[in-house]
């Protein structure tokens, strides 16, 4: 199954990281470039723009799921 991921902060990279770790092909999308990076060192696949998240799972009788975890204010 492929799972989306739109928000790479340290909630999102652990997320990656399990369902890397459980069989699961992840592509992500964050605004901080760092961020995708440290997604794409776990195995993820980086996405251009989050719609690509979203679209990622289309065709093929594939599902995308688009996850959002937003960055924490302060």
Known sequence: MKVGLVGLGRMGRAIVARLKDNGFEVI??????????????????????????????????????????PKAAG
């Not at 999308?29 to 989050?50: F, L, N, Q, S």
Request: aromatic share 4%.
């Open 28 to 69: 992500g999308w964050d605004r901080d470039a760092a961020a995708v990076k440290a997604g794409t060192d776990k195995g993820m696949t980086a996405a251009a723009h989050p719609r690509a998240v979203a679209a990622a799972g289309e065709g093929k009788g594939g599902r995308g799921v688009a996850w959002t975890v």
